[in-house]
């Protein structure tokens, strides 16, 4: 995958332009921003549309940014369905021939063979909960999700879908299973014979005779019957009456021909966390900066160099935490964001929810974090301060929750670096800083490596 685009013509070097404060640079959220900065340093500075104290991972803005964006000479998202305004922002600027502006896409740094699977090995076809007592009159959907080769191929969230239908050949198929769980956490039965049902229809007004549709229990294989386009609602059923669907947003489907299909399986998108690919990202951003403006490429070159050190610290001082810890596990009371670090240095956080920031915790979820609590004898509950009213302030609830129904007697931020905090920010803290002075020392103290 290449890691960046140019839209436009040519970009002016530092010299041709006239020196420092000719080029100006936007980035998806608050770490590529940080990091970008510091490789750019004095020749051109970087901004982000996501504001202080919100978390840049499942944000969306509020209005058409395309034109804040494209004032920019350069812009660093990640290729990725859980940041995808970014995605679209990107695809705008590549479709409007009239644009100078260059696309780098960090998750290019990292190698697929080192991307983890969006689920982190959980259990992708939960068993039905038998002993749920499902009423279909006012059964409301937590979770539906479409899983394709062992991965989440596409979830449905808020009225839009993250991700997608992988393509499919002309004259073959690809089928998808269906995950769908209420807003408890409870998996319903699925089944021509059981008592809800999944279905796929191609939308009202969309091209027919693209794709034949066949449901086998919670499956749903789409077979190619000719090369085009249409639009796909799903839908769950009880008692034959619809009580979910996916009509608010019809998902995209294509049917081409076989060796045209690329399916590409849906990552883990928090790379950021991890200092060893955070390496990987910043050499890729002083490579593709040097590349826009060649007469920068030693200053860049140099500051990567001088960053990577410290991010080497930072890497040597997560090893030497969990070489001392006494836990290898803890609970984390957010979504799922620190895998590729607890994958690299050994340690385990349970978390209530998965990948998605946005998703809501059960009480389900809290009790079998309560659980792991008491199995572990942990003293230290970690939350995410971007999840809180006041990420200087408060605690998460879930976080709170926990406190009082177990034996832990505190409870700290561990922040995915997904933003900045109002302290933060006056304190002066980049991720670096957020490592070193916030989730190092918490980190210590939730595994009792003090």
């Avoid at 959907?141 to 009225?159: K, M, Q, R, S, Y």
Wanted: aromatic content about 8%.
């Amino acid at each position: 995958m290449a890691a960046s685009s140019t839209i436009g013509g040519c970009l002016e070097s530092p010299t041709d332009a006239g020196g420092d404060g000719e080029h100006a640079g936007s980035a998806a959220f608050f770490t590529l921003q940080d990091w970008s900065n510091h490789v750019a340093g004095d020749v051109m500075a970087f901004d982000t549309p996501v504001e202080v104290g919100e978390m840049g991972h499942g944000w969306d803005p509020d209005g058409d940014i395309v034109p804040q964006i494209a004032q920019n000479d350069l812009f660093v998202y990640l290729e990725t369905p859980e940041f995808q305004w970014a995605v679209d922002v990107a695809d705008d600027f590549a479709n409007d021939d009239d644009l100078e502006i260059t696309l780098i896409d960090a998750m290019g740094a990292v190698s697929e063979s080192e991307l983890l699977s969006f689920t982190g090995g959980d259990e992708l076809l939960p068993d039905p909960d038998m002993d749920a007592d499902f009423d279909p009159s006012t059964f409301r959907v937590g979770t539906f999700e479409l899983i394709h080769n062992d991965e989440v191929a596409a979830w449905w969230h808020d009225d839009h879908w993250h991700g997608g239908v992988p393509d499919v050949p002309v004259d073959g198929g690809q089928v998808v299973s269906i995950n769908v769980e209420d807003t408890d956490g409870n998996v319903p039965p699925l089944g021509e014979e059981e008592q809800f049902q999944v279905d796929a229809r191609v939308e009202d007004g969309a091209p027919d005779g693209v794709v034949d549709i066949d449901v086998d229990g919670r499956d749903i294989e789409f077979r190619g019957i000719e090369t085009g386009q249409t639009l796909i609602v799903f839908e769950l059923r009880a008692d034959d009456e619809v009580v979910f669907d996916t009509a608010a947003e019809p998902t995209v489907i294509t049917v081409d021909e076989p060796e045209a299909i690329e399916v590409d399986a849906f990552y883990d998108p928090h790379i950021w966390v991890d200092p060893v690919h955070a390496k990987a990202v910043v050499e890729l951003l002083a490579d593709e900066f040097a590349t826009v403006m060649p007469d920068a490429e030693d200053t860049f070159r140099a500051n990567a160099e001088e960053y990577i050190e410290k991010l080497d610290d930072v890497d040597r001082a997560f090893e030497e935490l969990v070489s001392n810890a006494e836990l290898d596990v803890a609970v984390f009371a957010s979504h799922d964001s620190f895998q590729y670090v607890e994958n690299r240095y050994g340690f385990e956080l349970q978390t209530p929810v998965g990948v998605t920031p946005d998703a809501a915790e059960s009480l389900e979820d809290v009790s079998r974090l309560a659980q792991t609590v008491e199995e572990h004898d942990i003293d230290t509950i970690l939350f995410d301060p971007f999840e809180a009213p006041n990420p200087d302030e408060d605690i998460p609830q879930a976080a709170t929750v926990l406190l009082e129904e177990t034996r832990a007697e505190e409870a700290l931020p561990l922040s995915p670096a997904e933003g900045t905090t109002p302290n933060w920010e006056a304190e002066g803290y980049g991720w670096i800083e957020q490592m070193e002075e916030v989730n190092l020392p918490s980190l210590r103290r939730a595994l009792k490596a003090e």
